[in-house]
């Protein structure tokens, strides 16, 4: 395990990395979800595609990288691509999980895996819903310890920044980006995923022109009981002549 040292818009961020075959030319990036880490994706992928240098990183602000500013996922992508400069490296392939599947779609790597990826905005429960008039409603008044009452389960504990950071993300619509993407893309999902349920993955799989869609049996952490089969679709479907985004 190391760190790497990136200043980004005056700001200091040591990332937590490590990398797995190193003797590997071809680079395989693995990007963890929201509230997640690289030890979750490692997990499931580390002896997994041994014809690829793997990259696992802790983004700012998760596992044992830092965060003080308040970022948008743009923000995460230019971040990770300074990271990636400063070990010149140029992955192959960008493989993201949830939320790491928004930042490796802007990453414009040859291959994209996703692995239900967020990026595409779910209709809220009536709760849901009412709990956002009541936080709109509260605000203007100061009364902030009702509010902290309704913050979501994924940003408990954390700190002014990543609450901040967690707003500008949890809800982008992201549909323009995944149409954008020349990346020949696999998508792969729980088939009983309620955080980026199925048919968002239909839908980026209708948005991306050069892409597959794999529905899995499993709930939005469905590639640790299937990350073989993934390997296996990556190493067939993202070979060197078949994997472009020129």
Same mark, same amino acid.
């Given at each position: 395990?190391?760190?790497?040292?990136? $200043?980004? !818009?005056?700001?200091?961020?040591?990332?937590?990395?490590?990398?797995?075959?190193?003797?590997?030319?071809?680079?395989?990036?693995?990007?963890?979800?929201?509230?997640?880490? !690289?030890? %979750?994706?490692?997990?499931?992928?580390?002896?997994?595609?041994?014809? +690829?240098?793997? %990259?696992?990183?802790?983004?700012?602000?998760?596992?044992?990288?830092?965060?003080?500013? $308040?970022?948008?996922?743009?923000?995460?992508?230019? $971040?990770?691509? *300074?990271? /990636?400069?400063?070990?010149? *490296?140029? =992955?192959?392939?960008?493989?993201?999980?949830? &939320?790491?599947?928004?930042?490796?779609?802007?990453?414009?790597?040859?291959?994209?895996? /996703?692995?239900?990826?967020?990026?595409?905005?779910?209709?809220?429960?009536?709760?849901?819903?009412?709990? %956002?008039?009541?936080?709109? &409603?509260?605000?203007?008044?100061?009364?902030?310890?009702?509010?902290? /009452?309704?913050?979501? !389960?994924?940003?408990?504990?954390?700190?002014?920044?990543? +609450?901040?950071?967690?707003?500008?993300?949890?809800?982008?619509?992201?549909?323009? +980006?995944?149409?954008?993407?020349?990346?020949?893309?696999?998508?792969?999902?729980?088939?009983?995923?309620?955080?980026? =349920?199925?048919?968002?993955?239909?839908?980026?799989?209708?948005?991306?022109?050069?892409?597959?869609?794999? =529905?899995?049996?499993?709930?939005?952490?469905?590639?640790?009981?299937?990350?073989?089969? %993934?390997?296996?679709?990556?190493?067939?479907?993202?070979?060197?002549?078949?994997?472009?985004?020129?």
């Amino acid at each position: 395990m190391a760190s790497r040292e990136i $200043i980004y !818009k005056e700001h200091t961020f040591q990332l937590s990395y490590e990398i797995v075959n190193p003797a590997q030319k071809s680079v395989l990036l693995v990007l963890h979800g929201w509230g997640s880490n !690289k030890e %979750i994706m490692k997990q499931a992928f580390g002896t997994k595609l041994p014809e +690829y240098k793997h %990259i696992y990183v802790d983004m700012p602000g998760f596992g044992k990288s830092g965060n003080h500013m $308040i970022l948008t996922t743009h923000d995460y992508a230019h $971040i990770i691509q *300074l990271f /990636l400069n400063t070990l010149n *490296l140029t =992955p192959k392939i960008a493989m993201g999980h949830s &939320f790491g599947g928004k930042v490796s779609t802007l990453l414009d790597t040859p291959c994209l895996v /996703l692995l239900s990826s967020a990026g595409i905005v779910t209709k809220k429960p009536w709760s849901i819903k009412l709990k %956002i008039a009541t936080v709109k &409603f509260l605000k203007p008044l100061g009364m902030t310890f009702l509010r902290d /009452l309704f913050k979501s !389960k994924d940003v408990e504990n954390m700190s002014h920044e990543m +609450y901040e950071t967690f707003k500008n993300v949890v809800d982008e619509d992201f549909e323009a +980006y995944f149409a954008q993407s020349k990346s020949k893309t696999l998508c792969f999902w729980g088939k009983e995923d309620t955080a980026t =349920p199925l048919y968002t993955g239909e839908k980026i799989n209708t948005l991306i022109q050069t892409s597959t869609l794999y =529905p899995l049996k499993g709930d939005h952490f469905f590639f640790l009981r299937h990350n073989e089969f %993934i390997a296996h679709t990556i190493t067939e479907q993202c070979k060197e002549n078949e994997c472009s985004n020129s």
